[in-house]
Structures are given as structure tokens and as C-alpha cells.
């Protein structure tokens, strides 16, 4: 009886380290924010804060296995009054951030950790409302990003948990200033950081997070003896997001 008992069980260790450990995970998420926007500028007065809204889409797929990827965008817009407590023209800032990323899910009972390493676009607009002029910046370079989470409470019907989303990236910007001839580059790094509490009832998915997204731009090279000066940019505030996860 225990030779075919050890045949048998040795027969199965194939098995049990080919079983998928990951169930199929996908998600299909909105979130809309507000709160605060300040930017800042190397050697200026050109500094002010302002409110501002924030628009969030995010779509994500993992197979059994935790690998997959997504896409991400985010659009930021401030009010258009920004500088004019500084002194100078009222102005609107526009930032949207697009992520083409791959994932790796590590997850254990209560504990999921997606890492998503992808391609960061970046655009930032500033335009003078007396002028109707503007200034642009785009960036393209890498994003690193791990988002931990761990469930309080976890069935099939209902879960909570908490969980923290923390990015970074840098790239090479490209600025476009109307009414200049000159193409100007520089080089800008981001961080994004969420945290928050995420309520699930079957196949839906309520959240709440705590958000900070900074930006820095180093000051332009030189073109024709002029640059363009560095900035340093922050939002802070609430985001609000409906998923639907199956």
C-alpha cells in the first residue's frame, strides 16, 4: 500500500507546481478628485496656488499567473486665476499624464501587490488668460510603480481593504513657448503617491484616497542666450473612484 501511495504522490508534485496561483483579475476604473494645485518657479516670483480638479481612468488585466499590464490616464485643471495673487497675469494650468504599463501581481490570502513598470507620457500647459498665450511641456520616459494593498476583510461578497499606490518617473521634455521660434529641452521627474481605504460588493468597487502628485522641471538648455525656467509643481487633495473588478 505505500508504494503506490508514494507513486501517487509523487506523481502530483507536477501538478501542484504547475497550479495557477492567481485568480483572473480585472479592473475598470473612473475617479474624479479636487483640491489644491501650486506651481512654483526657479528664480521668479511666478508662484501661486489655486484649486483644481482631477479626472482618473484606469484599466488593468493580470492572467491566473499575476502577469499582464494596462493603461492609465489622469487630467488635471486649475482654475484660471493662478499668479494673479502673485501679481502678474491670471493664468489656467492644464497637466495630463497617460501610463502604458506591465504588471506583476504578488499576491498572497489578504495581500495583493501589483508593480507596474511602463512608458510615462506628460503634458503641462500653462495659458496666459490676458494674453491668450501659452506655454507647453511634454515628456516621454519610464514609470516605476508598486501599489500594495491588504484586505481587512475578505469573502466573496464583500471585501475592505486599504492600500497605497507610490510612482516615480523621469524623461526628456520637449517645450514649445508661442511667439518663440526656439525648440527648448529639459529633463522632468514626477511622483505620485495614493492612499487610501477601497470598499467591494460583488463585482463593484468603491474608493476613497488621500492623493499628492509633484513634478519638477530643471531649467532649459540654452537657445540663442535665452531658457526656459524651471518649475516645480504640486497637487494635493481627494479622489473619489467607482471600479468594476471580475
Sequence with gaps: ???????????????????????????????????????????????????????????????????????????????????????????????????????????????????????????????????????????????????PEFRLVDSRKFSWSLFAELGAGIGVTGIDVENDANDYVSTTSAVALDVGTRLRGGPFELGLAFVNRWQSMDESDEEDGLVVLGYDTEFHGLLITCSAVF
Design 1 to 147: 500500500m505505500r508504494l503506490p501511495l508514494l507513486a501517487a504522490l509523487a506523481l502530483s508534485v507536477p501538478s501542484f507546481a504547475q497550479e495557477e496561483t492567481f485568480a483572473s483579475r480585472f479592473r475598470v476604473q473612473l475617479g474624479f478628485g479636487g483640491g489644491e494645485f501650486e506651481h512654483r518657479t526657479d528664480g521668479s516670483n511666478l508662484d501661486d496656488d489655486t484649486d483644481a480638479a482631477l479626472l482618473r481612468f484606469h484599466f488593468e488585466g493580470t492572467t491566473r499567473r499575476g502577469f499582464g499590464g494596462g493603461v492609465r490616464f489622469e487630467g488635471l485643471a486649475s482654475d484660471d486665476d493662478l499668479f494673479e495673487d502673485a501679481g502678474f497675469n491670471s493664468s489656467e494650468a492644464r497637466l495630463s499624464s497617460f501610463l502604458l504599463h506591465l504588471t506583476w501581481r504578488a499576491q498572497a490570502r489578504r495581500f495583493s501587490m501589483p508593480v507596474r513598470f511602463g512608458l510615462w507620457f506628460n503634458g503641462y500647459l500653462l495659458e496666459d488668460q490676458v494674453l491668450d498665450e501659452d506655454v507647453s511641456y511634454g515628456t516621454l520616459g519610464p514609470w516605476l510603480e508598486v501599489a
